[in-house]
């Protein structure tokens, strides 16, 4: 929860400084928005539930199932709650967003931006490809959350990313209690070994 608080807070902090000092950045105007309030919000909406589908059926595939299991694992011994899962996402959603999209994307660009915030959330792993398959269609996915804001506004890409956290936290928690406390240690020694195959 600190964490939640400190994104939150801190990124959009780092933002407003950017802001300040860059002219290619025009924080103000990503935040109001390119289109009307109510497009932002249907598209996405759509665009968040979109991606967190087609993630959720990813992470549960024969292919990734380890990886699935082993961040299943990791964030179910937190037992967050509901409320808790909507304001850790918001936090995250509106925190990450305002910073990736709102500040550095103007400077960076989409593809640079979208593959340096992947990358720093893990995803993109060379000692371990089915993670790095997870986070090619993650980079795919923000990228066009990128797009999402650059045409419509921040709060479409804001709405886009709490949307996928709150599925995506939501179903992680509830598959943290399916797998048995005996078949962890299997399940790790498996994710080890995946994370030493070579491309």
């Known amino acids: 929860m600190q964490l939640a608080l400190a994104t939150i807070i801190g990124m959009p902090m780092v933002a407003i ?14 935040l109001i928005g390119y289109d009307a309030v109510w497009k932002q919000l249907v598209f996405g909406a759509l665009a968040g539930i979109l ?23 990791m964030l179910g011994r937190f037992n967050l709650t509901a409320s808790e899962i909507i304001f850790v996402s918001l936090c995250a959603g509106v925190g990450e967003e305002i910073l990736f999209r709102g500040a550095l994307q103007p400077i960076f660009g989409i593809l640079i931006t979208s593959v340096f915030f992947v990358a720093i959330h893990g995803y993109l792993s060379p000692k371990n490809w089915r993670l ?30 709490t949307i ?11 598959t943290s209690g399916e797998v048995l406390v005996s078949e962890n240690q299997q399940l790790q020694d498996e994710y080890q070994d995946d994370s030493s195959e070579e491309f």
């Open 164 to 174: 996928i956290d709150i599925y995506l936290l939501y179903h992680l928690q509830k």
């Open 132 to 161: 790095t398959v997870y986070g090619l269609y993650m980079t795919a996915a923000i990228i066009g959350i990128s797009f999402l804001a650059e045409m419509l506004g921040l709060l479409a890409a804001i709405i886009a990313h």
């Open 51 to 73: 991606i967190a589908v087609i993630a959720q059926l990813l992470i549960v595939s024969p292919l990734l199932h380890n990886v699935n299991t082993q961040y299943a694992n």
């Open 17 to 30: 400084l950017i802001d300040r000092f860059s002219v290619s950045v025009d924080l103000r105007q990503a």
